[in-house]
């Protein structure tokens, strides 16, 4: 047989799409060649190919080998394809059986010497290959990432002869149904931090609602703190999130890690990344920082230092949990369900009202400073506070405050009441249904209608109060929101006063 079919896949966003590699052996001068849109990595196969079936011991034929990757329009990128070209050559030539290639897909880069060698988007491809019903061979150090799908079929292999043995019923691949421990106790605990009573209620009713929240205050008053903590007091991950949030993380350049499965990511990018960074790119989109958060917190350090630019980018993916990459030769869409939580110093210096007297900024300056970050964007950050100076005698008392597991627990059956009511986190709350859930009473409306006037908040901020109150009301386990609930939502408004 001349001709042998094997299936692999390629990446596409968050989608796996099939790929027939085609591999096509005639008479002529020995050749080798790779048709069907493959980038420069897809090329160079052809030599770590011919390298490691010649130390495999198998014969490399000396004939016009052409191979096809299909669909055409589709590009070919990274060394996946490797494994299903070898095989597609084995099995044309006649050295492998090819009557069992149609059961599985296959993926993985191949060394030199034929050893098998990691992929990016292992979760992915198996998503895929368990919907089509298909066994998925791939290297043994992505197994248990792609066995995290508990409907696939995945066979761990180290070396390409393993495969080859596999497929010809000599020595059968052992099924890897290896799982993962939970472990939550890897972050930071709440209990370390020092005062700030204040900072820790409000990362409280973000972690219960969903919310977005910003810090504002002087150097070294913990804000950094505070955030590396937020992950620690949120919800444990259901399946479906702890999934999307590992395939997500699988499509990255450092991959998935098992020992992180249904662990919250805390992504925390310098001020210096690109607005590409933050939202994903390239000439093939890849995801960015705010999708590589997914179900998890993205803290943004020093918030003005930021290029304006890039925080815009922001706005879109805060409202709707999704972002599209939009390029000249293709179109991705990444989920971007993340939390955001950012920090920025209350003027250029750090130091503006602080009882030291040590800031000299002008207020030219800091507005300026303040003015990096435009109001569409704060308008859309539910909570704003501002993060003082801890107080000397707190500082020379013992860290005694409330552990992050008492705080969870709190905040776990917030989270309850609001899925049980409606479904959904509170900040995920449409106009229409906050109008059904989120409705004050008569104090509270006063409350409330009294602030819109005061602080001239927008229809945007209007909307968020609620759900602010919203989340507080069902951390106290009420029913009805209160006045003081509502009271209590507006005062996280921070930014919206006039300095």
Known sequence: MSLAVVYSRALVGMEAPLVTVEAHLANGLPSFTIVGLPEAEVKEAKDRVRAALQNARFDFPARRITVNLAPADLPKESGRFDLPIALGILAASGQL?????????????????????????????ALSAARERRAFVLPETNACEAALVEDATVYPARSLLEVCAHLAGRAPLVRCTERPLVNGSHHPDMGEVKGQAHAKRALE????????LIMVGPPGTGKTMLAARLPGILPPMTQEEALASAAMQSLGSAGFDVANWKRRPFRAPHHT?????????????????????????LFLDELPEFGRKVLEVLREPLESGRISVSRAARQAEFPAEFQLVAAMNPCPCGYL??????????????????????????????????????PQEDLARRAEGETSTAIRARVTAARARQLE??????????????????????????VLKQAISRLGLSARAYHRVLKVARTIADLAGA???????????????RLDRVP
Not at 357 to 380: E, F, K, M, N
């Open 97 to 125: 059986p090819a009557d069992r290639l149609a059961e599985c897909e296959f993926a993985g880069e191949l060394a030199l010497t034929g050893d098998l060698r990691p992929i990016r988007g292992a979760l992915a491809m």
């Open 205 to 212: 009713i973000a972690a219960a609602g969903g919310h977005s």
């Open 273 to 297: 990344a690109s607005g590409v960074a933050l939202v994903g790119g390239g000439s093939q989109p890849r995801p960015g920082e705010i999708s590589m958060a997914m179900h998890g917190v």
């Open 353 to 390: 009202g602080h009882h030291n007297g040590r800031c000299h900024c002008t207020p030219d300056q800091v507005a300026r400073y303040r003015g990096r970050i435009s109001g569409p964007l704060l308008d859309r950050i539910d909570l704003q506070i501002e993060v003082p100076a801890v």
């Open 421 to 446: 009511r409606q479904g959904k986190p509170n900040v995920a709350l449409s106009t229409r249904e906050v109008d059904r859930h989120c409705a004050p009473d008569v104090h509270g409306a006063t």
């Open 479 to 493: 029913q009805r929101l209160a006045g003081a609930h509502v009271a209590e939502a507006i005062q996280y408004r």
